[in-house]
């Protein structure tokens, strides 16, 4: 079974630059989840998508962040104008249905801010 | 407010001695509690979760965690640490979203 996919894995831009990632979670899943993991400190939860409609995105700062998950699968975060403390690594996740039992992560995009 | 409180930011053990990773949380209910394992430049790999019923769970790779209502902990543990062990440790609670620890970094000697 093919797991979360990300990409890109890696990206360096300069602040007030705009960035996107991309994220494909297991085949069927329901939900999916963007998380920030800023380095030293463990996931924060940015968005929660329940098929194409979002659960959660209270801790989304969205002045600067969208995301979306049109049709219901895979799904993209944008940070526009990036920030230095930005850097991060964003991760994907994503589970069969929303009872929270089972959460799948990706690999992570790792996102450097200079 | 939900919070989870990991006391140990590194840990040294030397190959083959028994490892326990603390873990202390904060939530209004008995949430879902996991543990997670996270290689470096990799994502979150879950070694074990607890839903409900015998308290000690059994994970992946030999470890084991005791969820303790009265303390509110639920603490990671491993007889024997191999080399291959080293790596962060990340304690989560929760239910839809997942509330997670600061981690701890586990080093591991020969």
């Known amino acids: 079974e093919a797991g979360v996919a990300q990409s890109p894995r890696y990206k360096i831009i300069e602040k007030r630059q705009s960035v996107a990632f991309w994220c494909n979670p297991i085949s069927g899943h329901a939900t999916l989840y963007w998380y920030q993991q800023i380095l030293g400190q463990g996931p924060k939860l940015l968005i929660q998508f329940q098929n194409n409609g979002v659960v959660d995105d209270s801790q989304l700062p969205k002045d600067r962040f969208s995301a979306e998950r049109l049709k219901g699968v895979d799904s993209t975060l944008k940070i526009q104008p990036a920030k230095l403390e930005d850097s991060a690594v964003y991760l994907c996740?994503?589970?069969?249905?929303?009872?929270?039992?089972?959460?799948?992560f990706g690999e992570g995009s790792w996102l450097t801010v200079v | 407010a939900q919070s989870v409180t990991q006391p140990d930011i590194h840990i040294t053990v030397s190959e083959g001695a028994s490892l326990e990773l603390r873990c202390n949380y904060s939530?209004?209910?008995?949430?879902?509690l996991f543990w997670y394992v996270q290689s470096p430049g990799q994502g979150l790999q879950l070694l074990l979760k607890y839903f409900s019923g015998d308290t000690l769970v059994q994970g992946i790779k030999g470890f084991e965690a005791e969820f303790k209502r009265s303390q509110s902990s639920f603490n990671l543990r491993k007889p024997s640490v191999h080399w291959s062990d080293a790596a962060e440790y990340f304690c989560?609670?929760?239910?839809?979203?997942?509330?997670f620890g600061t981690g701890t970094r586990l080093l591991v000697s020969p």
């Open positions: 939530y209004g209910a008995t949430p879902y």
């Open positions: 989560a609670v929760g239910f839809q979203k997942l509330v």
């Open positions: 996740a994503s589970s069969p249905d929303n009872s929270g039992n089972t959460i799948y």
